[in-house]
């Protein structure tokens, strides 16, 4: 079986046995696995090999596996799965804060670490095709296709966590998700399930959108529930009140009467 990423999936972890493991279990997989010892050589090879996949340990020699997920983050959207020793809640909402798409705490097993690249793959467009399409919500718009965002014509970078909680909270289309529902749109696996993981990615999100949660534009908290596409106004940024959707482009987030919430 071969799939369907072109790039290969970089593995760092300065265990040679596991990465012996990983690399035995996603090559049966179908998968290109390129390897890194530390910090300092998973830069190199990030830029030199364009992964469609990063596993990162986190404990790494010469630059730490959280240095090289936020050096990553300031110019990439490639998305990252973290295999850690480090494995409380609070390890996980760290890493998970500065940006990546899942966490696999050590021991962990190989067959599930190989399901949930292939589900990373799939969402963010790496590992299957995409029909594409386009969500508007006032002045941000996002390609579901390319897998772009922007606000007011400014490109936003977006982790594949990330792009796939706000295309999911637009395609919904005003209805209110709760955390499970979005992270089965996330994630698409319910084990990694944290009571903050879900608000974490929405902080990021509202940071990067330039969003304030006091008073929404994109994002907007429904207590004790979820989230919701943040209604909109005739005052909101390239707001449409009333226009109605199409196959391919379509304003999402029911107009406020009135322009008041």
Do not use: C, N, W
């Amino acid at each position: 079986m071969t799939h369907a990423a072109p790039r290969p999936i970089l593995v760092v972890d300065d265990d040679v046995k596991i990465v012996r493991l990983v690399r035995t279990y996603l090559e049966r997989a179908g998968y290109r696995v390129v390897e890194a010892a530390d910090g300092a050589q998973a830069l190199a090879a990030i830029g030199r090999e364009q992964p469609s996949l990063i596993v990162l340990d986190i404990m790494l020699p010469e630059v730490d596996g959280l240095s090289v997920l936020r050096a990553l983050r300031r110019t990439s959207r490639t998305p990252v799965i973290v295999l850690s020793a480090r494995g409380t809640v609070g390890d996980r909402i760290e890493g998970l804060e500065i940006g990546a798409d899942d966490y696999l705490a050590k021991p962990f097993s190989p067959a599930e670490l190989v399901v949930r690249v292939g589900r990373v793959l799939e969402r963010s467009g790496d590992g299957a095709p995409d029909e594409g399409g386009t969500l508007v919500h006032g002045d941000l718009v996002v390609d579901t296709g390319r897998h772009e965002v922007t606000v007011g014509g400014r490109a936003i970078a977006l982790t594949a966590a990330e792009f796939r909680l706000l295309a999911a909270l637009l395609e919904a289309g005003g209805r209110v998700l709760t955390r499970d529902q979005l992270m089965d749109a996330v994630y698409g696996i319910d084990d990694l399930v944290l009571d903050r993981t879900i608000d974490v990615h929405v902080g990021r999100l509202r940071d990067k959108l330039g969003d304030d949660a006091a008073a929404p534009r994109y994002v907007a908290t429904i207590r004790g529930v979820g989230y919701r596409a943040a209604p909109m106004s005739a005052s909101t940024p390239g707001a449409t009140p009333g226009t109605a959707p199409t196959a391919t482009a379509r304003t999402v987030g029911p107009p406020v009467e009135g322009g008041g919430r």
